[in-house]
């Protein structure tokens, strides 16, 4: 019986308010979220969760430190991984798997069936850091809008796209607030024709690791709907990428480092299923099994992949190969590499010099070890009286790479030409927030945001002010009056608090005769009328999250979730008099908080919730 614990984040409200103190109990507390690590990497979802509790349970009776806190949401996030493996139990896909193959890290996805040449190494313009798995940009010719991931100024990797605009491709520009988390996105690829983006995500709903997970795009809109995760085999505990559909319809492909070493990944292909059907799986072990994604059209001594060759094959000399190709294909990134740096010495780019500068460190390193590999393989043959081709093998490794007994084959794609693309720059967004800078900033719009705000007036003249009379002040205002007289207020504050907080750094920046005016939406009122305003709002607002699931019972995975995200709130449900229902949750006293779990909710793949403020009596 699938187990829900829905007052775990209970438990961790109370840890992250203990006092900060050293306690025994910390060292227990990692030991089990290991072990339950272990379960959770082993499909054993309800032990994992156990293990979670329990871990969880070991820091509550004690007193904790920062490190302790900090644990204490650790375990949080892989207990609801554990729990979002349980719910995704009951949607278990078996796929009727063709061929699958082991590939380094560093150029598996050149063995995708796409265009020649439409692989981009990374540094480049695109991609100035690179990722453990995403080696190089997928960018083919010829089309207008390209999507790829890139990490953002905090290092996160974000989905962005750019679209060709006559003689200029547009600035890069995130997709919307669906598809970026707080994590990283890899690997973003187009359906044949283009309505679906399939891409790996740490920071959505799934159960560790990077799953994968497909959006939609509108029609009529052209926006991507909510991404939803794509399931078991298809997503695991470990790390899953790089999905794709064929053109022809035939097959769909992903990578994994499920059961691999660290440098290399498996690339599964599975019979394309336009109409998957899916079942509940409850037993762990036939879990397992499924998401192994052994080709079931293969004997069990022929269910990997092997290169084709008109040479006697044996555990040797495909080890033999393997590292060979292994070595070129290091010596080939390294020549590529050599030439971006130089190109970026060109162009005075000194960070994308000095990253390629460490990759290549990096790749001569691992260049060496191959080689040494290489060599005594080569020394094992000489002292078993083997002679061996070098060249003949080489070219053997170049070749092909099928499965045996199936018609699926494995083709090495070449890497395309660095990338020099034509593209404007991103205008950086203006910066609202109240600062005292070297050099004062004017408010790039003087509009007013909607709702109850606060400013400070500096002063009011007939002279307009340049920044050097700002005195560093940022972000400050300024208003004309029909009579020429200019005025001039800095920041935006929604609370009384906050401005008056702010008042004396105002006034010591030499605006001595400072006060605080508040706005209504754009419209001036008196200070003692918005602190009315502002205290009758706490008072009386309050928001619920309301979900509407037409004639549908609310799906028992959501439930499940809403519980785990808002211990203790009810969930009461409405039928309409057409037979539709909507569940409502809350109530909730922040609106923030309300539209996260309706965030949550619709990331879960109900698309029908929302946060509603409570109407006032």
Known sequence: MKMKYPCYIFVFLILLMCPVHVHAQSAEALEEMRRGD?????????????????????????????????????????????????????FVYVPDVVARHRFAIEDFFLYYPLADSSWRMVPCQLDSAGHAYSKAVYLPEGNDV???????????????????????????????EHMTSASDEIYPMLSPDGSKMYFSSVGLYGVGGY????????????????????????????????????????????????????DSVWVYVIKYDDMPVRRAVNDSEEL??????????????DRDTDVKADIPENFDTRRY?????????????????????????IANDEDAVLDGEFAI??????????????????????????????????????????GQNVDYVFTRKAFGEPLFLNMLEPEPEFDYSFKILEQGQFAEDNTLPSGLVYQIQMYSSAIQATVSKLNGLSPVFETKSSGGRYTYRVGLFR???????????VKRAGFRNAFIVAFNDGKELTVAKARALEAEKKKSAFYEVRIETGTEDLDAAVAGGVRQQAPGKDIARVEKEDGTKVYIVGPFADKETAENLAGFIRAMGTAGASCVEIPKE
Not at 288 to 301: F, H, K, V, W
Not at 362 to 386: P, T
Request: glycine share 4%; net charge negative; charged share 25%.
């Open 211 to 262: 799953d994968i997970y497909v959006s939609e795009r509108d029609s009529d809109t052209g926006d991507w709907s909510m991404p939803v995760n794509m399931g078991f085999p298809y997503s695991s505990p470990a790390d899953d990428f790089l999905f794709m559909n064929t053109p022809d319809g035939e097959y769909s492909l992903f990578a994994s480092n499920r059961d691999c070493s660290n």
């Open 146 to 176: 390209i999507y790829w991931s890139a990490t953002d100024k905090d290092g996160i990797r974000n989905i962005l796209h750019s679209e060709w605009q006559d003689t200029v491709w547009s600035a890069p520009a995130l997709l919307n």
């Open 321 to 345: 190969m393997e590292k060979m190709s292994e070595v070129r294909a290091l010596r080939d990134s390294i020549d590529r590499l050599g030439l971006a740096v130089e190109d970026a010495r």
């Open 38 to 90: 272990s379960l959770r990497e082993k499909y054993m979802f309800d032990d994992a969760s156990i293990a979670y509790v329990s871990a969880s349970e070991m820091l509550v009776d004690s007193l904790m430190t920062a490190d302790d806190s900090l644990l204490a949401l650790d375990i949080s996030d892989r207990l609801l991984m554990a729990e979002n493996g349980l719910s995704m139990m009951d």
């Open 361 to 402: 460190t990096a790749l001569r390193d691992s260049l060496a070890l191959a080689s040494k590999i290489l060599q005594d393989i080569e020394m094992e043959f000489l002292f078993s009286g083997v002679v061996i081709d070098p060249d003949k093998l080489m070219a053997e490794a170049d070749r092909e790479i099928t």
């Open 495 to 505: 609370t009384y608090a906050d401005v008056l907080a702010n008042l004396n750094s």
């Open 288 to 301: 397992r099994s499924i998401a192994s994604l052994d080709p079931d059209s293969m004997s069990s001594e």
